[in-house]
């Protein structure tokens, strides 16, 4: 057929077309010439990385850029996908096909998203690619790693990088530069700040000083790389809820630690939990000795096998690893480094040097990945069959048995949050481990009790936060050695070795009754879980009056225990009081008990002298350069995003300046306080105010005057003849192993509660503490109050040095003090920890608004 004009201009416009296409995909900028300056030369604000990751998202054909949430202060959270010229526009399919390989599919979950058993089969086929996710820059003053991320970025897309496009053809490479920008900028803007016109390498100039609270840790000052499985935090959320949507194969978290140190990367240290697959271990090796080859032809310090560990369960390389990934962890020299410091070998560390090694470890992992592709699946695939069809650990189901709808409303959240499969009730009386009493009991399991069955795609997941005790095969381990979830919630549980398949998927408890038109004497509301606390806050704020009960009383045919709260039309003299309490009630989906009369048919009525009113108080929290900003930031978070109560935050260093008679309750969080103000403190306290001192705060009113806390003292063995005693001779290769002799990373011991006292109302007559010391005090004079004390036998699980072990027994960890008008609180330990202690809130919430009243 002849060739026409027309034909001919056709076939030009298509040549034509086709040059332009592929001169402006050989034109993406790379991030210096975007910038406008050398990565290293500056730290990028956080809004330029955005920039970037948008400008490559709308000139490369092979990306698709998700912001998948924002940050407490509105910065966006964002996930670049990246893949082949054949796999870019079917994401979605290999995104659902990866879940069938888990035997699993998506299921709307509120308004998160879990799992569910997959009815669909799913294949490993020859073009099946692997997911390798890069996670960057969890620690906001750990910066190298988000500069890296754009460069990764750019070789990632590069149309003239061959080598990088063979490895796309099977791999889908995913990037979040950033998982915590508020930590970021906080960090940057401080360095940005206070350098000179060059960067001063002097280790001791200012720029290398970050002041309180540092960049580490995210706007309400958690750390979020201690969040994974809790997800207390709104960006890890965000970021859990999208990666639980594709669970990759393979996740890197980057990191940097102290500048001196060289740089980290997998294999990991001791201890590796148990759970761990020999291809999880296996897999770690092989890419540590990819890295390891780039790092030794460029003269690179490394090291591996050292320091960071395979345990806890909320990193970003463990929770990863319990979700069918290979988890890692590398970490750069560089945490307060600035531009450039100097070492102490007298080596200058540059941000450029950081960057390229991150860089070299990034582009070393992706050319891993996609040479085991295959191998990679396959194990994923392996280690999901394993899990529904024997899945690990002596428990095959769990019981959690349901004294207290709240509570197990909020442990059935977060199992959601974690796509673990449970339902409710069972017809069996089973026979299994009670986490109370640590005896093999039986149990008549009742409709509404949570089940757990561990034949289940996340069985692993499941026993390492459920199983009783975690088996910690080294001791010296980088993080807390307990954390089991019916302990953190302060459930009785039970480990049954049998198989049982819950009743039903539902919680079978009828909504609160809607109260119409109703005038009643007074209001009745149960004071166990921090939902309770939530709706005495929200009456508060509103200036409703509220009161509660010192014993328990049965009144309208009902029983109700101590603390239980009572909302009384005396008192509240207003024309809105019914419409009010119960539209607060309804907005909370909170129960209300109405009652008709202050005649109660056991106890003491409603006018009696144990019904106590609660005044509305007035919160000052303590913070500055003396304060753990993490345990402050635990109450700060707990006041505002929990429970919706005011709290004001105060400078340590403004204390002197303040008048303490504008607040009721001071709370002193973790910290070590140089010139503690006892004296002011204790005036205040003698006219009426509430001193809450927590952790090492408790420590700094030992031996003030006023203040009934003494350190238990090591009792001496008086026989011993000390002056002719020989000194114990010891290795020095042994000295690590002789510190954590003395050392508690976390564990949980059981203390005995007096829930007679106001500060264990709404608890049972124990509660599990999570120990992250050996502190413990003697107990409070007479006429003072021991409520939380320990005895021989109170450690439940996590490692404990002998030398610890043997000294926290037979003391007090929880005391009341009167002093004057005012009240002191010591609590020894963290009610609050990481905020994913749930049994500690209701604890701190009775130091707030019961005690002293």
């Known amino acids: 057929m002849p060739i026409t004009n027309m034909s001919k201009k056709i076939a030009l416009f298509f040549i034509l077309f086709i040059c332009l296409s592929n001169a402006f995909s050989q034109e993406i900028k790379s991030p210096e010439s975007f910038l406008g300056y050398k990565l290293g030369d500056q730290f990028t604000p956080h809004y330029k990385i955005v920039d970037y990751f948008k400008y490559v998202a709308s000139v490369s054909k092979n990306v698709k850029l998700q912001q998948y949430g924002t940050t407490n202060e509105g910065r966006p959270l964002l996930a670049m996908f990246i893949a082949s010229d054949e796999n870019i526009n079917r994401l979605e399919e290999i995104r659902k096909n990866n879940l069938r390989l888990a035997g699993l599919e998506e299921v709307a979950v509120n308004s998160g998203s879990s799992s569910h058993v997959s009815t669909a089969t799913a294949t490993i086929s ?12 969890v620690h906001g003053n750990e910066p190298a790693s988000s500069e890296t991320a754009m460069l990764m970025l750019y070789d990632m ?3 003239s990088n061959t080598r990088i496009k063979g490895w796309l053809k099977n791999t889908v490479v995913v990037i979040d530069p950033c998982l915590n920008p508020d930590g970021r900028e906080r960090y940057i803007n401080f360095y940005n700040s206070v350098r000179g016109a060059t960067p001063d390498a002097n280790p001791s100039s200012r720029e290398h000083q970050e002041p309180w609270p540092g960049g580490r840790i995210n706007h309400y000052y958690f750390d979020l790389n201690r969040d994974w499985a809790w ?5 890890t959320r965000y970021r859990l809820a999208l990666f639980s949507q594709w669970l990759p194969e393979v996740h890197v978290d980057y990191h940097e630690q102290g500048y001196n140190a060289p740089y980290y990367f997998a294999p990991a240290a001791e201890p590796f939990h148990k759970v761990i697959t020999a291809w999880q271990k296996e897999f770690q090796t092989i890419i540590g000795k990819n890295n390891a080859k780039y790092f030794d032809q460029n003269g690179w310090l490394y090291f591996t096998k050292q320091e960071f560990d395979l345990l806890y369960p909320s990193y970003g390389d463990t929770y990863p690893i319990y979700n069918g990934s290979i988890g890692m962890t590398y970490e750069q020299g560089g945490i307060s480094a600035g531009l450039s410091v100097l070492t102490r070998t007298g080596d200058s560390l540059t941000l450029a040097d950081r960057i390229a090694h991150h860089h070299s470890t990034g582009l070393s992992t992706v050319e891993t990945v996609s040479a085991y592709a295959p191998k990679l699946l396959e194990e994923f695939k392996k280690f999901y069959d394993n899990s529904r069809i024997n899945p690990p650990g002596e428990y095959k189901t769990y019981v959690i048995r349901n004294d207290n709808d709240d509570k197990i409303n909020a442990l059935a959240k977060l199992l959601d949050r974690n796509g673990i499969l449970y339902g409710f009730g069972l017809k069996n009386t089973i026979t299994g481990y009670n986490y109370v009493t640590r005896k093999t009991e039986q149990y008549s399991v009742t409709k509404n009790d949570l089940v757990i069955n561990a034949y289940q795609p996340k069985s692993v997941l499941l026993n390492v936060l459920l199983e009783p005790k975690t088996f910690v095969a080294d001791s010296n381990t980088y993080d807390i050695t307990a954390w089991s979830l019916p302990y953190a919630y302060g459930l009785i549980a039970y480990g049954v070795k049998e198989s049982f398949k819950p009743l039903s998927n539902g919680l079978n408890t009828p909504k609160p009754q809607a109260l119409i038109n109703t005038h009643a004497y007074a209001y009745v509301s149960a004071w166990q879980s921090v939902s309770d606390v939530r709706f005495l806050a929200a009456l508060l704020k509103k200036e409703i009056k509220v009161r509660y009960s010192e014993k328990p009383f049965e009144a309208g045919g009902k029983k109700f225990t101590a603390g239980s709260l009572l909302i009384a039309r005396a008192g509240n003299d207003r024309a809105d009081f019914d419409q009010e309490v119960i539209q607060t009630a309804t907005e909370l989906n909170h129960e209300l008990i109405p009652l008709n009369s202050g005649f109660v048919e056991k106890g003491s009525d409603l006018g009696s002298d144990v019904i106590r009113y609660i005044r509305q108080p007035k919160v000052m929290l303590v913070t500055g350069d003396a304060v753990s900003a993490e345990a402050m930031g635990e109450v700060w978070h707990f006041f505002e995003q929990q429970i919706g109560y005011p709290v004001t935050l105060i400078r340590y260093q403004d204390i002197p300046k303040i008048r303490l008679a504008d607040f009721d ?3 002193f969080a973790d910290g070590n306080y140089d010139d503690f103000p006892s004296d002011k403190l204790q005036n205040w306290i ?5 001193l809450i001192a927590i952790q090492n705060a408790v420590a700094q009113l030992v031996d003030k005057k006023g203040f009934d806390i003494r350190k238990k003292e090591e009792k001496k063995d008086d026989k011993a003849d000390t002056k002719n005693k020989i000194p114990d001779i010891k290795l020095y290769d042994d000295r690590d192993r002789d510190a954590i002799r003395a050392s508690v990373p976390g564990a949980i011991y059981k203390i005995n509660l007096d829930d007679t006292h106001p500060l264990g109302f ?7 503490s999570i120990k992250l010391s050996d502190d413990i005090y003697d107990f409070l004079s007479d006429g003072n109050w021991n409520v939380g004390t320990v005895k021989k036998d109170a450690y439940v699980s996590g490692f404990v040095g002998q030398k610890s072990k043997d000294k926290i027994k037979d003391g007090m960890l929880l005391g009341v003090q009167s002093y004057g008008r005012g009240t002191i609180v010591y609590m020894v330990d ?9 049994n500690g809130k209701l604890l701190f919430s009775n130091a707030v608004f019961m005690v002293g009243q």
């Open 231 to 235: 997800q207390t935090q709104k960006e």
């Open 126 to 137: 020859p073009n099946t690619p692997v997911i390798c996710w890069l996670s960057y820059n």
């Open 762 to 768: 709404g608890l049972p007559g124990w509660y599990y």
């Open 686 to 690: 003698h006219d009426g105010g509430k």
């Open 157 to 159: 897309v590069n149309p």
């Open 665 to 667: 309750i001071a709370i």
């Open 830 to 838: 963290d009610p609050l920890f990481r905020s994913f202690w749930e």
